[in-house]
T-cell receptor
Framework: TQLLEQSPQFLSIQEGENLTVYCNSS?????LQWYRQEPGEGPVLLVT?????EVKKLKRLTFQFGDARKDSSLHITAAQPGDTGLYLC????????????FGQGTELSVKP | KAGVTQTPRYLIKTRGQQVTLSCSPI?????VSWYQQTPGQGLQFLFE???????NKGNFPGRFSGRQFSNSRSEMNVSTLELGDSALYLC?????????????FGPGTRLTVL
């Protein structure tokens, strides 16, 4: 049973387009993180959101944590080829220490 | 500051063998977690160690085990390897084992079981 549903799984877009990736769960998370992973490397943290309703911006990337702390989204504005990669959301449940529950990932390809 | 290092980077084993993977956390980090990444299941939590104690364990069979040393370095062992154990094994370190502490991942060990 996948605790964190991430969609879409694959996304192929043209440079300059906007996109949104979603992560949804029936569980409540104490925090939610977004990672990006390049081939042959480990995931690299993009952002951590901890407050329900929180919105964080990182240049062209906007991250939102749902009010109920059960869902999150990543929006990329004017995507560039350098944004290509695997994007992963990961939630931390309460009283589970640093254990992260990962979504299946979104494989993003941005074509010039 | 050096990142998380994992050795070896690549490993090929045959069914029934056992394997030990090593992880050296970022200097000063005392918490180490292990994850298995496969195309079908994505990243799945294996275990978490802090101060040489296993604090959390994922839903994996007893063939998967780990330990942490006094210098925070960690090893994980898989015995009686099965084809389905082929995966990228990732180690992550953080200062403390909390939900909001940033976890830094190593490059992983790619294990292939033939």
């Amino acid at each position: 049973t996948q605790l964190l549903e991430q969609s879409p799984q694959f996304l192929s877009i043209q440079e300059g387009e906007n996109l949104t990736v979603y992560c949804n769960s029936s569980s409540v998370f104490s925090s939610l993180q977004w990672y990006r992973q390049e081939p042959g490397e480990g995931p690299v943290l993009l952002v951590t959101v901890v407050t329900g309703g929180e919105v964080k911006k990182l240049k062209r990337l906007t991250f939102q944590f749902g009010d109920a702390r059960k869902d999150s989204s990543l929006h990329i504005t004017a995507a560039q080829p350098g944004d290509t990669g695997l994007y992963l959301c990961a939630g931390a449940l309460y009283n589970q220490g640093g254990k992260l529950i990962f979504g299946q990932g979104t494989e993003l390809s941005v074509k010039p | 500051k050096a990142g998380v290092t994992q050795t070896p980077r690549y490993l090929i084993k045959t069914r029934g063998q056992q394997v030990t993977l090593s992880c050296s956390p970022i200097s000063g980090h005392r918490s180490v977690s292990w994850y298995q990444q496969t195309p079908g299941q994505g990243l799945q939590f294996l275990f978490e160690y802090f101060s040489e104690t296993q604090r959390n364990k994922g839903n994996f069979p007893g063939r998967f085990s780990g330990r942490q040393f006094s210098n925070s370095r960690s090893e994980m062992n898989v015995s009686t390897l099965e084809l389905g154990d082929s995966a990228l094994y990732l180690c992550a370190s953080s200062l403390l084992p909390t939900a909001t502490d940033t976890q830094y991942f190593g490059p992983g060990t790619r294990l292939t079981v033939l």
